[in-house]
């Protein structure tokens, strides 16, 4: 799945976020737009999981925040 979270110029701490998910979901990438304003997680995490451990990482967010996007996926590379 994959998810946007807006920022509203409030940046997160990207490593903390990473180690947190990273734990629950090793084959995660999380980065954020080149102006800092989404934070994007690709992850096999749920919605309510995921803002749990990002509020877990120290960035308060609620469930509101979060943006599903869809799967740009098309199972060619098999990842």
Known sequence: MQFKIKTFGNAPDLGA?????????????????????????????????????????GYRMSLDHLERVPSECCGGCGG
């Open 17 to 57: 976020i990473e180690r947190t998910v990273g734990e629950v979901d090793p084959s995660a990438v999380i980065d954020i737009d080149a102006g800092g304003e989404v934070l994007r997680i690709s992850t096999m995490i749920g919605d309510t999981e995921l803002v749990s451990l990002i509020n877990q990482a």
